[in-house]
C-alpha cells in the first residue's frame, strides 16, 4: 500500500507543478505581451514616422485626450511632413505647450470621419476642436483628398476611437487676416516687407485698398521683396514710393483672385483676377517643375509660385519671385 500511496503522492505534486509552471508562464507572457493600445495615440507611439507628431502630442499634453473615447479625426502629419514645412525637433522644443496644443487640435475634429464621407466642396468649412474653433477647408475630387489645399497621403487609418489620415504637410493655423498675415511674413528675399509697404502707400493715396482686401475672401499671389526689387531695376528705380500710384494700385489689384484658391485648385489655364484680366497657370514649368503664374504684362516671364496655402482669416495667400503686370 505504502508505495502505492508515495505514487499517488508524487503524481499530484507533478500535477500541481505543471499547473503552477503554466501560470507562471502565462503570466509572464501577459507581461512581455501586453495588449495592444489601437488609439489615435498608440497608434502615433507605435509608429516611428510619427515620432515628431508623438514628441507634439506628449509636450502639449494631448496624450491622454486622444487615447480617451473620442472618436476624433486627426489629420496627422508624419516627419516628411513636417519636414517638408520646414518644422524640426528643435522647432517643437522651441513652441510653447499652448501654441503645439493649438496646432495640433486644428488638426483635430470632434468626430469621426474617414474618406468617403469627407465632403466634396471644394472647400467645404469644418470646424476643428479648437476652443474657439478654427475652420479648415476639405475638398475630395478624382486626385484624392485635401485639408487646406494640402493632400491626405494616406487615408482612413483605422484606431479604436477614431480615424487618422496622414498629410502630406502640417496644416498651419490663421495668423489674422491677409494684411495681417503678410505684415508677419517680413525680413530676407522671400519676406514680404515690399508688398506691405507698397500696399500702404497704395491706401494712403486712395483710401479703400486695405478694407477692400480685409473685408473679401480672396487669394493673394505675394510678391517677395526679391522681385519687387528686380521690378524696380528693371524700371530703374530705387524706392517702391517712386512708383506712380495709378500703376502701383493696377499692379496690386491684379495679384489678387476672388475666393479661396488653394494650390490643389490650380489648373493648366488661366485664373481670373479679382479687378479683371487673367494670368496664366503652369503647374509644371517653373523651377524644379514646380507651378509659375505669368502676368499679362510679363512678357512670358514666369513668376515661381514658391510657398502655398499660406492661412489668413479671410482668405490664402502664395508667394511668388515674381511682380505680375497687367
Do not use: W
Not at 43 to 68: I, P, Q, R, Y
Not at 239 to 248: E, G, K, Y
Amino acid at each position: 500500500m505504502l508505495p502505492t500511496i508515495s505514487m499517488k503522492r508524487s503524481l499530484l505534486y507533478m500535477g500541481f507543478a505543471a499547473l503552477l509552471s503554466t501560470a507562471v508562464s502565462c503570466d509572464k507572457d501577459d507581461d512581455d505581451n501586453p495588449p495592444a493600445d489601437n488609439t489615435i495615440t498608440g497608434k502615433v507611439v507605435a509608429d516611428a514616422n510619427f515620432s515628431l507628431l508623438e514628441k507634439a502630442v506628449v509636450k502639449a499634453g494631448l496624450a491622454g485626450t486622444l487615447s480617451g473615447t473620442g472618436p476624433f479625426t486627426v489629420f496627422a502629419p508624419n516627419d516628411a511632413a513636417f519636414a517638408a514645412s520646414g518644422i524640426s525637433s528643435a522647432s517643437i522644443d522651441g513652441m510653447s505647450p499652448d501654441a503645439l496644443k493649438k496646432l495640433l487640435l486644428y488638426h483635430t475634429l470632434t468626430s469621426e470621419v474617414v474618406a468617403a464621407n469627407v465632403p466634396a466642396g471644394p472647400n467645404a468649412k469644418v470646424s476643428t476642436a479648437n476652443s474657439p474653433a478654427d475652420s479648415i477647408f476639405v475638398t475630395k475630387n478624382a486626385s484624392g483628398v485635401f485639408v487646406n489645399g494640402v493632400k491626405v497621403a494616406t487615408a482612413d487609418v483605422d484606431a479604436d476611437n477614431g480615424v487618422i489620415h496622414v498629410m502630406e504637410k502640417v496644416l498651419l493655423p490663421p495668423g489674422g487676416n491677409i494684411v495681417t498675415t503678410a505684415q508677419a511674413n517680413l525680413g530676407g528675399d522671400n519676406g514680404l516687407d515690399s508688398l506691405v509697404k507698397a500696399i500702404v502707400r497704395a491706401d494712403a493715396a486712395a483710401p479703400g485698398l486695405i478694407t477692400l482686401i480685409n473685408s473679401n475672401i480672396l487669394t493673394v499671389f505675394a510678391p517677395t521683396n526679391k522681385a519687387f526689387r528686380d521690378l524696380l531695376g528693371a524700371l530703374s528705380l530705387s524706392n517702391v514710393n517712386q512708383i506712380p500710384i495709378a500703376t502701383l494700385q493696377a499692379v496690386l489689384a491684379y495679384h489678387l483672385v476672388a475666393g479661396r484658391v488653394f494650390s490643389s485648385a490650380l489648373a493648366n489655364g488661366t485664373v481670373s483676377m479679382f479687378a479683371g484680366g487673367s494670368a496664366a497657370i503652369n503647374l509644371t514649368n517653373g523651377t524644379a517643375g514646380g507651378p509659375t503664374i505669368t502676368g499679362n504684362g510679363n512678357a512670358g516671364a514666369r513668376s515661381n509660385i514658391i510657398a502655398t496655402n499660406v492661412m489668413a482669416t479671410n482668405g490664402v495667400v502664395h508667394v511668388i519671385d515674381r511682380v505680375l503686370l497687367p
